[in-house]
């Protein structure tokens, strides 16, 4: 794979995502579209939170609620980035078949595809956390905050998230009816299981187990650390864990997700083309 | 002439083709889902997602158990929310886009009553949805419920959902100016609605005009009237008294229903006129 071909690849598929994403209204309308819905799901919270606890917004239950509800945005819009992008070639735009036949990594290319849903979500999390901050108290203290494991957990955060994409990318390639739904309900399944807006420990025991398998689970844990540090001991669930100790899961699960990914994808793709299944189109 | 002849040699007209019309149009939506029962688990999954994640956040709150019944209810009715937008919203672009809406208007038949029934077939496929939500949520959660009155619950049940519906039906006739836009926008419409019309909690804790603004939605009154009338201490968290709520949706399913008639008639015209019919911007 040459470097050159690989970031080829990349850039016109991230400029491609680009085009499909905003341009099919006017930039204030497409700004007013990416901030609405994510802060609506986080004001749902921010109510559900409010009636119960009388408006106790200072408890460190609430940034934890918040904090990871708005970066979860990711999880979402960045899986579902590059996994939609089969769904939006193959049986929309229908040149997913054309794609193949280009010089370009097919892998690289879905990859890039989930960058513009990356840039749209990175907004969502930046207006939603400004909200937070400005008008719901979250306690983020800019001078306080652990950039160098913010940035760190983001960056490895988001390539793991994008390698999950690519093996829900795969999965689709082999999938008929439902595939549109796949990344909402992998998104779904993930809210549930990685502790985002609830600890591990209101789970039933049996289901436990699922989330300490989910890399999100301690990426969002370093993300609420990294911003406020003492968000931790609002639920215990990891508090006797140290911050490398939580890098260190969220590197191994990464790399061990990582390699599935690409694994899984190899496979499916090698089964879409021997069934024909590249250039399906269901209209289902 | 043969049986076979004189039965397809037999034109309907009038209320007879109208009636046959909507049932046309209504039983792909029930039948075909009987042929293709992989929808009904993802229709059931998705929004049972979205209850699970909040009944554990309230128990992470610990709210009292009626919280917990009030985001089963929300789930349940989140599945009609989720039916009028994708299902008669997009439907009109939806057809565009596969090429059926010329044939629709090709057709020998009332537009109308294609839209009716899309909805009738909608309507009673997602109940079987909501249904299979509210069963599996109250078993998974322990809801429990003290119905106060089986003719009002009945009563507010039906004019929320023929008024969601006439609803859907304005909203199919707004989409048909739509194109790559549609999807889009449908897609808007989801959580800032379940935020508005308190899906996931009681509306009357939204500031007053935002709550009666976001009345306009037949779902906001239908499910605060419902959360007062299945639930033991749901008359603590009403926003108006349940009559009162009643005739607020009764008003409601006759304008949606005729208005959806002439916005139709309208958009129709228009939509020919500019050529957009068989238009597909993708």
Not at chain 1, 166 to 179: D, F, Q, S, Y
Not at chain 1, 231 to 249: E, M, R, W
Not at chain 1, 261 to 280: K, P, Q, T
Not at chain 2, 226 to 249: D, K, N, P, T, W
């Amino acid at each position: 794979m040459q470097i050159s071909t690989s970031w080829r690849s990349f850039r016109m598929a991230a400029w491609l995502g680009w085009m499909i994403e905003s341009n099919w209204t006017d930039p204030f309308l497409f700004a007013v579209y990416s901030i609405i819905k994510p802060l609506s799901g986080a004001a749902i919270l921010v109510i559900m939170y409010g009636v119960i606890t009388k408006g106790n917004y200072d408890s460190n239950l609430f940034p934890y609620i918040y904090l990871g509800n708005a970066f979860y945005i990711y999880v979402a819009a960045v899986m579902t980035g590059v996994s939609w992008a089969v769904v939006d070639d193959r049986e929309h735009y229908k040149t997913l078949k054309y794609m193949y036949i280009a010089p370009i990594y097919i892998p690289i290319y879905l990859l890039g595809r989930g960058i513009a849903r990356f840039i749209t979500g990175s907004i969502a999390v930046f207006i939603t956390l400004a909200a937070g901050i400005l008008f719901l108290n979250v306690n983020v203290q800019l001078a306080e905050v652990n950039w160098i494991l913010f940035i760190v957990s983001l960056i490895l955060g988001i390539l793991m998230l994008a390698m999950l994409g690519l093996l829900l990318a795969g999965v689709t390639l082999i999938t008929a009816r439902h595939e549109g739904f796949l990344g909402e309900a992998t998104a779904g399944a993930l809210y549930i299981f990685s502790g985002a807006v609830f600890p591990l420990s209101v789970l039933p025991d049996w289901l436990r187990p699922i989330g300490y398998w989910m890399p999100t689970t301690y990426w969002l844990e370093l993300m609420r650390r990294s911003l406020i540090g003492n968000v931790a001991n609002a639920y215990p669930t990891l508090a006797s864990l140290g911050n490398l100790q939580i890098l260190g899961i969220l590197l191994g699960l990464s790399i061990l997700f990582g390699t599935l990914s690409i694994f899984v994808f190899r496979i499916c793709d090698r089964i879409a083309r021997e069934r024909g299944m590249i250039d399906m189109t269901t209209n289902y | 002439m043969n049986p076979v002849s004189a039965k397809y040699s037999r034109k309907d007209t009038g209320w007879r083709l109208f009636l046959r019309t909507i049932v046309a149009r209504a039983y792909p939506r029930i039948i075909g889902q009987q042929r293709e029962m992989s929808w009904v688990i993802f229709e059931v999954v998705m929004p049972m997602l979205a209850v699970i994640s909040y009944v554990f956040v309230y128990r992470a709150l610990e709210a009292p158990q009626d919280y917990i019944g009030f985001v089963v209810m929300g789930g349940a009715m989140s599945a009609f929310w989720l039916n009028v937008l994708w299902s008669m919203s997009s439907q009109l672009y939806w057809e565009k886009e596969t090429g059926n809406l010329a044939l629709y208007i090709m057709a020998p038949n009332s537009m109308m009553a294609i839209l009716l029934g899309m909805a009738l077939g909608g309507l009673l496929a997602t109940a079987l949805r909501a249904v299979t939500v509210t069963l599996l949520g109250s078993f998974m959660f322990g809801v429990t419920y003290e119905i106060s009155s089986f003719f009002q619950l009945f009563s507010v049940f039906m004019l929320a959902m023929i008024a969601l519906y006439g609803m859907g039906m304005m909203m199919a006739s707004t989409f048909l100016l739509f194109g790559r836009e549609a999807w889009h926008v449908a897609n808007l419409a989801q959580e800032p609605v379940f935020l508005a019309s308190g899906f996931f909690f009681p509306i009357k804790f939204l500031p007053f005009w935002v709550a009666a603004g976001a009345s306009f939605i037949p779902l906001t009154l239908g499910m605060d009237a419902m959360r007062q009338l299945i639930f033991s201490g749901g008359f603590q968290f009403g926003l108006f008294s349940v009559q009162a709520e009643i005739y607020a949706l009764a008003v409601m399913a006759v304008v949606f229903v005729a208005s959806s008639k002439f916005l139709l008639a309208y958009v129709e015209k228009l939509a020919v006129r500019e050529g957009r019919i068989t238009e597909s911007r993708r």
